[in-house]
């Protein structure tokens, strides 16, 4: 955690917040705060900067926050994200974040497990969780959108031509597809990736229909947990 992410509710004034759970034990036993220590804090869809340690109790912090300075800017790319093992999805979402991703799209492919979608990552938007500490990880205070689409040929038909529309579209295949040129890319950009088994041939071809260019990294095979932190780091 390099920075402290509060929300309005942990809010007390404009400028004093109080913190209770997992990030006032962050600061009291992993950062052993003191008063007048001062900590990175940012404001969750707000600005960063500096708080200053009030007190320090065994159940509760108290910061006065001076929050002057803007989030870092975001990747101008918009995943869109076959539903994969919900392991997988967490650390994704997580990863994903740190990097600057702001939407994502998850969506239902042959080779996606039904089961999947009832997984509590998706319940009550517990997936925000995992952005937020994505968040905390990368000293960014925008939190990303997750939309999800259970059926692929209404999204692929009737959805993906409005995400795409004035942006570089790309989908991730391993097989006969060309190897991927960072330099040759212009943002804003969508890139779909697969589940763990890929899509499959016939999804392929509704994303090429659709004006998706086909591309890879290479002739390894790549986990999707691997394949998308390697794609987006070359434009960090």
């Known amino acids: ?18 913190l209770t759970g997992p990030r006032h034990e962050h600061i009291k036993n992993i950062l052993k ?57 967490k650390r994704i979402l997580t990863s994903t974040s740190m990097l600057g991703v702001k939407n994502i799209h998850l969506i239902h492919s042959f080779y996606v497990e039904k089961s999947y979608w009832s997984s509590p990552v998706l319940n009550n938007k517990s997936y925000e969780n995992y952005f937020f500490k994505g968040l905390e990880q990368s000293k960014d205070t925008v939190m990303p959108t997750l939309k999800t689409h259970k059926l692929f040929k209404p999204f692929i038909e009737d959805k993906a031509p409005h995400i795409i529309k004035n942006k570089s579209a790309l989908v991730a295949h391993p097989y006969k597809a060309e190897k991927f040129n960072s330099a040759k890319l212009t943002t804003p950009a969508v890139l779909a990736v697969g589940p763990e088994r890929g899509f499959t041939d016939f999804e392929i071809d509704k994303f090429n229909q659709c004006g998706f ?21 070359q434009f960090l």
Request: hydrophobic share 40%; proline share 9%; charged share 15%.
């Open 33 to 89: 705060a003191k008063p007048h220590d001062r900590l990175t804090v940012g404001l969750l869809n707000g600005k960063l900067g500096a708080g200053t340690v009030v007190n320090c109790s065994e159940s509760s912090s108290s910061i006065f926050t001076e929050l002057t300075l803007d989030p870092p800017p975001a990747m101008d790319i918009t995943l869109i994200l076959a539903m994969n093992r919900p392991k997988m999805i």
């Open 1 to 18: 955690m390099n920075m402290i992410l509060l929300t309005p509710e942990d809010f007390t004034s404009p400028n004093a917040a109080t």
């Open 213 to 233: 260019k086909t591309i890879s990294l290479g002739h390894r095979p790549l986990r999707t947990e691997v394949f998308i932190p390697s794609f987006l780091g």
